[in-house]
Structures are given as C-alpha cells and as structure tokens.
C-alpha cells in the first residue's frame, strides 16, 4: 500500500521534473544558452558528485538488505551512510552555486540561463534534502522499540523516494552538463 | 427482501439526530465529514464567484455603462474564473469522490485518513490565500489562465497574481494528495467479491480521474513555481523583455489545463451513470464502454492542449496534428452519450431533481460538445477565439457538464450525507429557473460571439442587437442567483425539519445505501456478497440476480 502510493507520488513528481526539463530545453536556442552551459558549468566537479548520489543508492540497497535480515544495527549504519552521501551530494551542489553566483556573476536574474538551471537543480536539491530528512526519521524510528513495524512499513517507500532523486538527477545531469558536449 | 429491509430500519434514526461538537470539524479524519466540509468550501465559494459574475453582468446589462472601473472588471472576471474552477469544481468534486468513492467499495475509510484531511485544510487555505490578496493591494487580474507577459511584474504590479499563484500551489499540492489517496483506496481497500469489473461506475471515473490529477497537475504546479521565481526574485522564464517566453507559460498551463476540463467533467459523468441506472431502473448499457471510453479519454487527454493555441502561430503541421487529436477526443465522449441513451431506453423512468439535471446534462453537454469540435477547426478557432463564443462553449460544458453533475449528485446523496430528504417540489423550481436561466444567458452569447463581440471588455458600444442580447444575458445571470437562493434555503429547511431519509431513499443499487443515512462513523459493521455489479439489487431480487 505504501509503496503504491509513493510510485504514484513519484509519478506525479516525475510530471513536475519533466515540465521543468522541458522549460530548461525550451531556451536551448535561445541566445548563447548552450555556450553559457558549457563555458560556465564546472562539469569536473560535478562528475565526482554524480558518482556520489549514484553510490547512496546502492548503500540504501545494503542497508535495505540487511533491514530485511533483521540486522537492524547494520542497516542503522548504511541507512546513515546513504544519508551522509546525500549530504556530499548537497555540499557539492553548494559548492556550484557558490561559485556561479561569486566569481561567473550567473544568478537567479541574471539571464533564462540561470532562471532555468537554478529551478531545475534548486527543486532537485530540495527533494534530495526531504530524502535525506527522510532517511534520518527512517533511522531515527529503527532505534525505538515501538517504532520497528513502522520503519519496517517504511522502508520499501522511502527506498522508491530515494531511488527516484537519484533517477532524476540522471536526467537533470544529461541535461545540463553533458548535452551542451553533444550538441 | 425482508432481512434487508428490516435490518437497515433498526439502523436508522439513530445517528442523525446527533449533532457534532464544533471542534470536531477542525480535527475530524472520517472521509465523511471530510466529504461535507469539500462541499461546504466549494458552497462558500460558489457563492463568491456567482456574486463576482453576478456584478458583471450588472455592468454589461447595457451599453456604454460606467458603473465598475476596467480594473475592477478584469479582477472580476479573473477572480470568477479562477474561483469556479479551483475552489467551486474541484473542492466540490474531491469532496463527493472522498464521501462517495469508500462506501461504494465497502471501505471504512480512506487509505490515508489524515492525508485526506491535510488535502481538504491546504485547499480551503489556498483559497483563502487567493481572497487574501484583496486586502493586500489588489486581485489577479490577467484572467484565469493568467497568461505571460500579463502575468509579470511591470504589467500587473499589485501582489494579486502572487497570492493567485502561491492559492493555486497549495490548492494543487492537496488535489495531488487527494487524487494518489483516492488511488490507493480503490485499488487495495475493495470489499471482496468486488473485482475492478464490478466496482461501481462513479468509482471507474474517479480512479480514472484520480491518475488525471496525478498526472496534470504537477504540470502547473511547475509553471506556478517558475512564475514565483520570475516575480519574486526576479527569474525570467516568463519576461519577454529579458528572453523568457511566454509560450512557454501557454504551453505549462495548457498541458494541465486540458486534462483539466476532464478532471472536472469525469466525476460528474460518474454520477450520471449511478443516476440514470437507478432512475431507469435499469443496469448501464455497455459498462465496459463507460469504463473504457473515460480511459481513451483520459490519454487522449493530455495530446490535445494546443488546440487552446491556435491562434499564436505554432504552424500548420502542429495545428493540424491538434485539431485532428480534439476532433478524436469527441469519439469516447459521444459514446457515453448513447450509453446514457441506452440505459433510459425502454426503463421505468422517475424524474426525480438528479434524474432531471442528468437528462439536462445530456442536452446542454451535447451543444457544448458540438459548439466544441466546432473549435477544433483551426479556422473557425482564429475567427471565433477570444470571443463570446468561448464564454458560451465553455459555459456550456462547465455548467451543463460539470455543475449539473454536482447538482445531481446533491441531491443524489444529500439523504445519505444528511439523513434528510431534500424537497422535490423546490427542487424542481431550482431546476427548472437554473436551466432556463442558464440557457437564456449562455445560448445568446453564441450569438454574441459570432457577431464578434470579445470576451473580457468592461463595456461597448451600443451596436445593434448588443444591448438586447446583453441584456436577456443578464437577466438570466439573475434567474440563475434565484434559484441558487431557492438551493439554499432547500437545504437549509431539509437539514432542519426535512422528513428523515432511509436507508436506501431511492430504491439504489450500490453498496453506500446499504448502510444507515448517514452512515455511523464505521460505515459497515457487515456487507452483503458482491456476486455483481449490482450488489443490493441481487439482494432485493434474490429471484433474479445479475449473472456479472
């Protein structure tokens, strides 16, 4: 039943994101959009971060697997790792924007370019925020003596969540930092 | 016939002469009175919005009149549309699928009771919010659909459009909510017996409409959100004038928005499956085409958009593609139209109110539908966009489609809701000074339109015939506001001293009239078999049971 109603939740995020990636493509040819994209985009830092929200979805797996097992104390320890990867992911990201907005001058109102990038990521990084509260409450439960079952009811969902962000920062990526390399 | 008879009397009086504490309202999780307070929030804002067209009409009753500002006139037109679609439709349709959808499975409940709750409170607010923007400086004011660059700061410079954008935002957020919980529901809280093939119609339009909401909304969502960026901190999605686009905008809203005008019209054609059945005492002709039909249309649903956008120069192959997609949509819906047909052929027909809005339904929503595929010729569109002919087209569909249904549906289950009969006499006054009301109004501003009469002016000139038909428009507008106060002092009295409801009031087939009017808050304590569609007709009539 939960998981049910988080696919349909993430299904109508999924029409959120898409209305969004097709805002950020509908400005590819507008002006020098895509040279923006490619000359201001610090795609070698981007790439490490990447990989770091991609591996939190295998260390939810790990955690998952053993939650399964009944070793909760392990899974205590991954379900904190994916959120801490979450955490590196976030920092990255402010990291970017730090250095668009101070040294390349690129802000929310300082063209489409940056309207479109910074609603596109900035929603991305706030649903990877709501999954890392998530996952702290998730951990947070498994402690409790009475809040086993309901971390249990959980955890399938959360996991769909997670597993989501992660899909949709894929997409997001391809958009932004590698399409600007193939067109 | 006996044992179901005798065990819902002893249920009956009991429950409603109770009345409920006030804080109960504000704390309550019970899908029914979630139900009722939907209900009452699209009442309270029907009543706005019908005063906002009422004042319109008073300034277009003539000529050249000065009486309302221009401004004040496009904040009028915006707050009316935006109102009826956001806070009178959906409110009102949410709130008879969360009474309606868990008594017809069996169900106690919803699936996420205080899901359901949260969803009513976040659109009750956003609404709010919406008004609230009065008192901060100033309505919306570019039109419902709140078209770019209209909508940006240099051209609407009051907060309106914030407070219209962040209203919409939650009001969207609770619509979401309340369409993945109604999902959930059908989906994994069926009494057993009920197979997806039996489930009642009104339940198949619901789930149908349910994924439309999932589906359509967060497409707005996304363009309120950028709208937002742009005004409050200054984004350019939409700022022509700094390399936004305002197709973009067009392109978002019109993405949610047709799906849209089927979000607000399949639940209605839910009831009015359940109301033709029971009143022809028949079963639906074609189940399996009601329920297929609305799934087309549901997909076909979201191809269709641009045909709100002929006319801003996309091209040929692009228009072409649209109307042939608009033309296609009219194919399932005019199916249903012989279904509905079908199921009054040859039945014992009682023209109870719901049964007469529904037989008016059948009439008003076909010239819609027709005045509609007329539309979706891409010529006739560039010639009749932007006119009276849309006002009536649309009218014709929202009113005569959607607002019959939720009238019928009224009237239908306000004996369960309210363990009260409504008043047919004073019903069929209501019914009969809404319909000629309605059709005074609306069937004259075809005309209108297509003597090129726009839409949104404040006032004009005194041409020949615009006074007269101007005039006979308005005082339509006033039969209509008559027999909403008839309405309402129905249910003022029925609620008071209306003689008490059984059970099952009109001889019904499905599960909610199985229980006490109202239902006591666990609405079964048992449930007869589900062998079929009909489940308490196999109870009545254990001689003739249905064979699915």
């Known amino acids: ?76 320890f991954w379900l904190l790792c994916t959120a801490c990867l979450g955490l590196v992911f976030l920092s990255g990201q402010g990291y970017e924007y730090f250095r668009l907005i101070r040294k390349e001058q690129v802000t929310v109102s300082s063209s489409v370019f940056g309207s479109a990038f910074f609603a596109l990521t900035g929603f991305h990084g706030l649903h990877v925020l709501t999954g890392i509260i998530a996952l702290l409450y998730l951990s947070w439960l498994s402690t409790l003596e009475n809040g086993k079952r309901s971390a249990a009811a959980a955890i399938g969902a959360i996991g769909i969540y997670w597993h989501f962000v992660d899909v949709v920062w894929i997409a997001v990526f391809s958009t932004v930092y590698l399409l600007p390399y193939i067109l | 016939m006996d044992t179901f008879f005798t065990h819902t009397v002893d249920k009956l009086p009991a429950a409603s002469g109770r009345k409920k504490p006030l804080h109960h309202w504000f704390t309550t999780v019970d899908h029914k009175d979630i139900g009722i307070m939907y209900l009452l929030t699209a009442l309270f804002f029907f009543i706005i919005g019908g005063s906002a067209a009422l004042l319109m009409r008073v300034q277009l009753a003539v000529a ?18 935006t109102t009826m679609i956001f806070f009178v439709m959906m409110p009102a349709l949410l709130g008879i699928t969360v009474y309606v959808t868990p008594l017809m499975i069996g169900a106690n409940e919803m699936a996420y009771p205080r899901l359901n709750a949260f969803a009513l409170w976040i659109t009750l607010f956003g609404g709010l919010l919406l008004y609230f923007s009065i008192a901060a400086g100033g309505a919306p004011n570019a039109g419902w659909f709140n078209y770019a660059p209209l909508n940006q700061q240099q051209y609407s410079t009051s907060r309106g459009i914030d407070y219209y954008a962040m209203g919409l935002l939650l009001a969207g957020i609770g619509s979401v909510s309340t369409g993945i919980n109604t999902i959930v529901t059908v989906l994994t809280m069926r009494v057993k017996g009920m197979s997806l093939k039996r489930v009642p119609l009104f339940v198949w339009m619901a789930l149908v409409n349910s994924f439309l909401i999932v589906g359509a909304l967060p497409a707005l969502n996304a363009a309120l959100s950028m709208l937002l960026l742009d005004r409050l901190i200054n984004a350019h999605f939409f700022n022509t004038a700094a390399g936004g686009s305002a197709l973009l905008w067009e392109h978002l809203f019109w993405m949610f928005g047709h799906p849209e005008v089927y979000i607000l019209i399949l639940p209605a054609f839910g009831v009015y499956s359940e109301v033709f059945q029971v009143f022809s005492g028949k079963r639906i002709f074609g189940y399996a085409f009601v329920a297929g039909s609305t799934v087309a249309i549901a997909l076909l649903s979201f191809g269709v958009w641009v045909h709100h956008m002929f006319a801003t120069g996309l091209g040929n192959t692009v228009n072409s593609f649209f109307a ?30 719901p049964m007469l809005f529904a037989v008016a339904f059948l009439i008003e929503f076909t010239i819609g539908g027709l005045s509609g595929i007329a539309f979706s010729i891409v010529p006739i569109d560039w010639q009749l966009t932007d006119s009276y002919f849309v006002v009536a087209h649309l009218h014709y569909v929202f009113i005569g489609g959607s607002l019959f249904g939720m009238f019928a549906a009224l009237f239908y289950w306000f004996p369960k809701m309210s363990g009260r009969m409504l008043d047919e006499r004073l019903g069929r006054w209501f019914f009969w000074l809404f319909v000629i009301g309605f059709n005074l109004t609306f069937f004259i501003q075809h005309f209108l339109g297509l003597m090129g009469m726009p839409r949104r002016v404040y006032t004009y000139p005194d041409i020949p015939y615009y006074t007269l038909l101007n005039f006979l428009a308005s005082a339509g507008a006033f039969l209509m506001a008559l027999a909403v106060m008839l309405l309402l002092y129905n249910l003022y009295r029925s609620i008071r001293k209306g003689p008490p409801a059984p059970a099952d009031p009109w001889d019904a087939f499905t599960l909610e009239w199985y229980t006490a009017s109202p239902p006591p808050e666990k609405n079964f304590d048992r449930l007869p078999p589900v062998n079929s569609r009909r489940p308490l007709w196999d109870l009545k009539h254990p001689e003739n049971p249905d064979k699915d």
């Open chain 1, 1 to 76: 039943m939960h998981k049910l109603m988080m696919k349909l939740a993430i299904g109508s995020e999924a029409v959120f994101f898409i209305s969004l990636l097709l805002g950020y493509l509908h400005f590819w040819n507008s002006g020098d959009f895509d040279q923006v994209a490619r000359q201001q985009l610090d795609i070698r830092t981007a790439i490490p971060f990447t990989l770091v929200l991609l591996s939190s979805s295998i260390t939810f797996l790990v955690a998952e697997k053993h939650h399964r097992k009944g070793v909760s104390g392990k899974a205590l």
């Open chain 2, 64 to 81: 050249n009149n000065q009486l309302l500002h221009p401004d004040v006139y496009n904040q009028l037109f915006t707050m009316h549309g």
């Open chain 2, 324 to 353: 042939a997609s608009s033309m296609l949509i009219g194919i399932p819906t005019g199916v249903k139209i012989f279904n509905w047909l079908g199921t009054m052929y040859g039945g014992h027909l009682r023209f109870t109110v």
